[in-house]
């Protein structure tokens, strides 16, 4: 079992639909994360939020919007992807504020189909 | 950019140890070095980490050389269940990134 919860497990949507991927943590840390993996490559960062602000955005596409309503939790808000966009879409969470010593803690994703 | 080299796949008998290397040359003096894995359709398990000694967890154990380019993961007793990717990172400091590399497939078999 993770600490850091994914809903939900799968998600099928057309490339027309808005849906939401959300996370949620309640190990108190500061950081959580948006990573996306496609399949047989590494996970790829996507976003970092530090003290509920985005403190990184590695460049990723307007159709996905992070948001993050509280220290606990995290969404991610998808719109007109395209089916490229089909990935596994991972949280994590860490302590926070640049603390390098601190590990990330991962969620087990959330498998997305773009039809 | 991930600072790491790792082979891209390794076998171990059950029961032995697995010995997972790192190459990480370029790395800043107060850089940690990182070890997860990934079980084929789960998150990423973080396994153990270190900044110049080894360290020894109930997982595994880290041995870093002493000029630090490189590291080694210890399985002390492979199982089935250790089949997986492992992978080693070099986090940057002050910073909360943590880039993946392409990780080394450890197959464990009977």
């Known amino acids: 079992d993770t600490e850091v919860t994914q809903t939900p497990k799968h998600l099928v949507m057309g490339m027309t639909n808005k849906k939401s991927l959300k996370c949620e943590q309640h190990m108190g840390h500061r950081a959580m994360y948006w990573y996306k993996q496609k399949a047989k490559k590494p996970p790829e960062l996507m976003f970092v939020y530090s003290y509920e602000k985005l403190s990184i955005n590695e460049s990723v596409p307007s159709r996905f919007s992070p948001e993050c309503p509280n220290s606990s939790l995290l969404n991610l808000h998808l719109h007109a992807l395209q089916p490229e966009d089909s990935a596994l879409y991972l949280c994590?969470?860490?302590?926070?504020?640049?603390?390098?010593?601190?590990?990330?803690?991962f969620g087990n994703g959330t498998r997305l189909t773009v039809t | 950019d991930a600072k790491t080299t790792q082979p891209p796949s390794m076998d171990c008998a059950e029961g032995r140890a697995a010995n997972l290397p790192c190459n990480h040359s370029?790395?800043?003096?107060?850089?940690?070095v990182y070890w997860y894995r990934q079980i084929h359709s789960q998150g990423p398990q973080y396994i153990i980490h270190g900044l110049k000694n080894n360290e020894t967890n109930e997982m595994a154990s880290l041995i870093i050389t002493e000029d630090r380019k490189s590291s080694t993961l210890i399985l002390p007793h492979a199982t089935l269940r250790d089949t997986a990717v492992y992978y080693c990172i070099v986090r940057e400091v002050n910073t909360d990134k943590l880039i993946f590399g392409t990780g080394t497939r450890l197959q464990v078999f009977p």
């Open positions: 994590a969470s860490s302590q926070g504020q640049g603390a390098s010593n601190s590990p990330l803690h």
């Open positions: 370029t790395i800043s003096g107060n850089e940690y």
